[in-house]
Nanobody, 116 residues
Framework: QVQLVESGGGLVQAGGSLRLSCTASRSIFSMNDMGWYRQAPGKQRELVAAISVSSSTNYADSVKGRFTISRSIARNTVYLQMNSLKPEDTAVYYC??????????WGQGTQVTVSS
């Protein structure tokens, strides 16, 4: 079992920045991918950004150029730097990780609210 603990959410004005962190209870070195998803009220959960074991990254079109995903293997942590935030970025953000064994895990979510 792996626990993923997110932090860094909050309330920010449009144009502002936040950095989300997701710390795993075990080494992320062997993970296939880690990523951030978000779910706004009344909408489906969607992928925001992901980083693979080879450090390749993938972003939703809506956040390209504004968000950056990175990781620290030493700290077992994945980050999501969010700049130029927009009201439509408001959602609960979830961390996700999957392993070569086929197991995957979710964090509890952290609320991000962007005011106009």
């Amino acid at each position: 079992q792996v626990q993923l603990v997110e932090s860094g959410g909050g309330l920010v004005q449009a144009g502002g920045s936040l950095r989300l962190s997701c710390t795993a209870s075990r080494s992320i070195f062997s993970m296939n991918d880690m990523g951030w998803y978000r779910q706004a009220p009344g909408k489906q959960r969607e992928l925001v950004a992901a980083i693979s074991v080879s450090s390749s990254t993938n972003y939703a079109d809506s956040v390209k150029g504004r968000f950056t995903i990175s990781r620290s293997i030493a700290r077992n942590t994945v980050y999501l730097q969010m700049n130029s935030l927009k009201p439509e970025d408001t959602a609960v953000y979830y961390c996700h990780a999957d392993f070569p064994t086929g197991d995957d895990y979710w964090g509890q979510g952290t609320q991000v609210t962007v005011s106009s």
